[in-house]
Each structure stands twice: as structure tokens, then as C-alpha cells.
């Protein structure tokens, strides 16, 4: 059973970078082309635009720390790999929040950047106010992180 648990980290690991990764990819890159377009009409609005656009890209490193932070524990960084079916399964419960989170809200943030990149472009003067609604979005990529960070943490201690 010894394979099976690591199988089963491996495939949380996954799921929490692949996921994450492909919300950030999708968010990043329609809050792009909406950025490009602002620029295109006014290259001067170029460093403000590019913050924006890169707020939906958060949650991809979120999965990605995830992802190290479970490899180090299960061994795969140094060490001997040891693991139960359960604590594999374990780890990749821990890492489904991270990742759904972050694909829904990578998504969600991409779209709300491209709202707030339109807000900007029509008004500069409202950056300020533009970057609250996509950082809204973010409180919740950081709760399934912690989430997933603290079942993480707690993983090696239980006694399964």
C-alpha cells in the first residue's frame, strides 16, 4: 500500500498546481487582452493595466506552494517517501481546496480585472477604486489556500 499513498499525494499535488495554475492562465490572459487593447490607445496607462492583469495570477503560485510544501513533507524533496493509503488520501483532500478555489476564482478574478481594466481606461483616476473589486476576488483564493496550507501542516501528525 505503500506506492498507492503516494500515488494518492502525488495526485493532490497535481491537482492543487494544475488547477490553480490553469484558473491563473485563464484569468491572466483575458485580463491581457483586455490590457492590450487599453494600451494599444494609450501606451502611458501600460504599469497600471499590467497590475491588474496580474492579480488572477496568484492563485497558480498558491497551488504551486502547496504542491512544494506536501512534496517536502512526503518526501519526494529528500528522504524516504513512507505514507499509508490514508494519509495519501489525506493529502489529496488537503489539496482540492487550493486548486478548485484557485481555477474558480482565477477565472472570476480574470473577468473582474478586465471590468476594472475598463474602469481605468475610461477613468484613471479611479485605479484606486478599479483594483478593490478584483482584490475582493482574492480573499477567497487566500481562504482556500490557508485551507489547504493547514490541512497540509496537520497531515504528518495524524495517526492514520
Given at each position: ?154 497531515i504528518p501528525g495524524l495517526n492514520i
Open positions: 500500500m505503500f506506492e498507492l499513498g503516494i500515488a494518492f499525494a502525488v495526485l493532490g499535488m497535481a491537482c492543487a498546481s494544475f488547477l490553480a495554475g490553469a484558473g491563473s492562465a485563464i484569468g491572466v490572459g483575458t485580463a491581457g487582452q483586455a490590457a492590450a487593447g487599453v494600451v494599444t490607445e494609450d501606451p502611458t496607462k501600460f504599469g497600471k493595466v499590467l497590475v491588474l492583469q496580474l492579480l488572477p495570477g496568484t492563485q497558480g503560485i498558491y497551488g504551486l506552494l502547496i504542491a512544494f510544501i506536501t512534496m517536502s513533507q512526503i518526501g519526494l524533496l529528500g528522504g524516504s517517501p513512507d505514507m499509508t493509503l490514508a494519509k495519501g488520501i489525506a493529502y489529496l483532500a488537503a489539496c482540492l481546496p487550493v486548486g478548485i478555489v484557485g481555477l474558480v476564482s482565477g477565472i472570476h478574478q480574470g473577468k473582474t480585472s478586465v471590468a476594472a481594466i475598463n474602469l481605468f481606461a475610461r477613468r484613471p483616476d479611479q485605479f484606486g477604486k478599479s483594483l478593490i473589486f478584483p482584490a475582493m476576488v482574492e480573499t477567497y483564493a487566500i481562504l482556500g489556500f490557508l485551507v489547504s496550507l493547514l490541512a497540509v501542516s496537520s
